[in-house]
């Protein structure tokens, strides 16, 4: 069954399918630097080690000593690991599965 989310929109589509077009790191580097801020992609990256380190059981005080994010992110974070619409946790698995 595939996944219908609430935010779909034309244009959205049209993002993703342009970043399903991107072949490799540099490709990802040249676009990202020009469709986003620094801080921007900083959040992005940092978002995902708070989702890394809370699958990996870390504490929110572990956490927040070792990304410096909020303990507001951190939450929000983990409920979308526990509540949303796996995602993060896609991405965590298929670059645990790269990693072996």
Known sequence: MAYKSKFQRKDIDELFDGILTLKNREDCYRFFEDICTVN???A???RLQVAKLLSQKKTYSEIEEETKASTATISRI???LVY???GYRR???RLSEEEK
């Open 91 to 93: 991405v965590l698995d």
């Open 78 to 80: 983990n409920k979308c």
């Open 84 to 86: 949303g619409a796996d």
């Open 40 to 42: 921007e992609i900083h």
């Open 44 to 46: 992005i990256a940092q």
